[in-house]
T-cell receptor, first 114, second 115 residues
Framework: DSGVTQTPKHLITATGQRVTLRCSPR?????VYWYQQSLDQGLQFLIQ???????AKGNILERFSAQQFPDLHSELNLSSLELGDSALYFC?????????????FGNGTRLTVT | DQQVKQNSPSLSVQEGRISILNCDYT??????FLWYKKYPAEGPTFLIS?????DKNEDGRFTVFLNKSAKHLSLHIVPSQPGDSAVYFC??????????????FGKGTKLSVKP
């Protein structure tokens, strides 16, 4: 158990809809990362937050947004969903955001857009 | 443009033998490399890492080798056990640069260890 909690585990929705994925980091971790894993692809970095502030942005679409709240949990919002957004979305946390400490991943949210 | 490449999608080895998983990278700014292991229906878990100031790091049955001039790293598992069967991801980052610690992952290699 990594200590990172992601909800929901599965999500099925229709094109054009909006969903929110939630992540609770490990106790004591200040940095949260979001990754997307599409079929037969590696994990693609989306965005990183550190102590409530955006730290780095990767290949995140404009239709996607995220935030980290004062209690350090994070939400990833996906809107105007398309079929191609179907993927596994992983949240990870680390003690700091420097890369010196390994990331601890949750078990992911599997999003299916129909 | 893939900055981290794992060219072997799968690898099958016999229990007790050595497993060698390979990874190549293109970005010379990368200075910290990690291997993650992933079982089905679970998130990746950290396995071992290596800084660019070293060329080898060992942790029990797992050893990572880094060849900076070739921009190549490899993970050796000796001896391989059936429980090692999983997808292995290579990842890289630039600790001091603009990536701010986010990891760039390869597509993974699925290792099967047969009893």
């Amino acid at each position: 158990d990594s200590g990172v909690t992601q909800t929901p585990k599965h999500l099925i929705t229709a094109t054009g809809q909006r969903v929110t994925l939630r992540c609770s980091p490990r106790s004591g971790d200040l940095s949260v990362y979001w990754y997307q894993q599409s079929l037969d692809q590696g994990l693609q970095f989306l965005i990183q937050y550190y102590n409530g502030e955006e730290r780095a942005k990767g290949n995140i679409l404009e239709r996607f947004s995220a935030q980290q709240f004062p209690d350090l949990h994070s939400e990833l919002n996906l809107s105007s969903l398309e079929l191609g957004d179907s993927a596994l979305y992983f949240c990870a946390s680390s003690v700091d955001g420097t890369g010196n400490s390994p990331l601890h991943f949750g078990n992911g949210t599997r999003l299916t857009v129909t | 443009d893939q900055q981290v490449k794992q060219n072997s999608p799968s690898l099958s080895v016999q229990e007790g033998r050595i497993s060698i998983l390979n990874c190549d990278y293109t970005n010379s700014m990368f200075d910290y490399f990690l291997w993650y292991k992933k079982y089905p229906a679970e998130g990746p878990t950290f396995l071992i890492s290596i800084s660019s100031i070293k060329d080898k790091n060992e942790d029990g049955r797992f050893t990572v080798f880094l060849n900076k001039s070739a921009k190549h790293l490899s993970l050796h598992i000796v001896p391989s056990q059936p429980g090692d069967s999983a997808v292995y991801f290579c990842a890289a980052t630039s600790q001091g640069g603009g990536s701010q610690g986010n990891l760039i992952f390869g597509k993974g290699t699925k290792l099967s260890v047969k009893p």
